[in-house]
């Protein structure tokens, strides 16, 4: 049950879902668990106190273009929990074997991969191209798709350019207002390694503004396919922590784990408490205190739960 429980939450999740994960905390039904979803539900509704979590998918970066920043920005991207994609019109540059096999990489005109590219109500669209008229067409149909961020790379003259050909087409002045270019935050970034660091941290600032944040990143939803394993999940928090509840990390027999709840000593405590309850096959509670006795100066305390899914 286990097992399809969990298989069901990974393929409702890759499918742009936001299932509800409930969890019993009670002894004699520890780790007794029911997904709910819009379409459905699995499982049973937990007896007393339960952790009760929404999970949503991460968000999906669109970049348009493939040059030297978008190397830089696409695995940046994907580190910080976004799904990543790549449109590129020059079939050679993604030939070129730049962008790692977790990212998603789309060849065809710009037109045609954003409008087909069903990337969901908040997408985010970076763009920078190789030129000043594919930005112009792929900021144009960034605006008419959903999307939670559309930004543009360009220097001042060319953002202001670009504002009066967005008006002369009848954009109202709201969605030119929202467009974020020059792209990234000022930071005096100027190598492509730089300015895609300025990126991120703007997308990472505007996903916050959005509630957008994934509790699972996509290295952990990847993983949710990788039987057997644990999931460790906070499910509670005091004083200061590096995480807050609803952080989870799935820990396979290897040791390896996806995900993190924080680092450090109490992470590496969850560990071992994960392989023990995954060897036993048995749900459990785990608790760590972040003090000079434990190790730790943070002063904060958690709970954990751990979940074997054999």
Known sequence: ???????????????????????????????????????????????????????????????????????????????????????????????????????DCRCGGFVECLQNGAFGPNAFYAIMTRGHQDDWVCLKTALTLPHGYVGMMGSRSKVAATRKMLAAEGVDAEAIDSVHSPIGIKIGAETPAEIAVSIVAELIQCRHALGLEAPLIPAVIDALGEMPYAMVTLVNCEGSTPRSEGARMLVLPDGSI????????????????????????????????????????????VDYLIVPVQ
């Open 258 to 301: 996806a995900g993190t709840i924080g680092g450090g000593i109490s992470e590496a405590s969850a560990k071992r408490d994960a392989l023990r309850a995954l060897a036993e096959n048995a749900p459990m509670m785990g608790h760590y205190e972040l003090n000079s006795i434990g190790g730790a100066v943070c002063g904060g305390k």
């Open 1 to 103: 049950m286990r097992t399809e429980f969990y298989e069901k939450l990974r393929t409702l999740l890759l499918a742009g879902e936001s299932p509800v994960l409930e969890s019993s905390l009670e002894p004699g039904h520890l780790g007794e668990e029911r997904l709910s979803w819009s379409g459905g539900a699995l499982g049973a509704l937990p007896k007393g106190r339960a952790f009760t979590q929404t999970l949503s998918a991460p968000a999906r970066l669109v970049i348009c273009g493939g040059g030297h920043v978008a190397r830089c920005l696409a695995p940046a991207a994907r580190a910080v929990g976004f799904q990543v994609t790549v449109l590129e019109n020059r079939p050679d540059v993604l030939a070129e074997g730049n962008f790692g096999p977790d990212i």
